[in-house]
């Protein structure tokens, strides 16, 4: 593909794709894992990953697989919100908890969700005010009969570059 027809189909793709399209190509283990962009929204982002590449000896889901999958969507509903405002920001998740509850035996998807106490208003007029913010994020990988299969809270913070 030329140059001319990179930039087209790029200019084509909606900031989230631009954003997946971004960390497929900085972030090796996310083209390993074959990840892919679900939804997104203001409130929400989805990614998705196919079981054949994330499996583990037993021919479930890797653990591994799935909290990067959460961590990758917590991350990229932060960068993303950031990119609409047009800031310019390194974004680092600071903690995180995991909880794995039951094994997937197929595709699987995260849901990214600011957690209930957390607001877009308050980490915006933060960082604008210090130049670095923090946000907490809900994700979920869904399982079986829409009970939770994983869950990831973290704490993830901007700050803007030099």
Known sequence: MSTTDDATTQARQTPAQQLVRFIRDEIPLA???DLQLGESSDEMLSLLAPLAPNV?????AFGGSLVSLMTLSGWALV???L???GHDCDVFVAESS???LAPLWQDFRSEARLAADADWTTFFNTLNARGK???EVSCV???DGGKPAATLSARFVAKVRD
Do not use: F, W
Not at 56 to 60: F, H, I, R, S, T
């Open 31 to 33: 083209r390993t894992m």
């Open 56 to 60: 583990n000896d037993k021919g479930c």
């Open 79 to 81: 960068e993303l919100a």
């Open 83 to 85: 990119r609409r405002q």
């Open 98 to 100: 995991v909880r794995y």
């Open 133 to 135: 913010a923090r946000i």
């Open 141 to 143: 990988v869904p399982g």
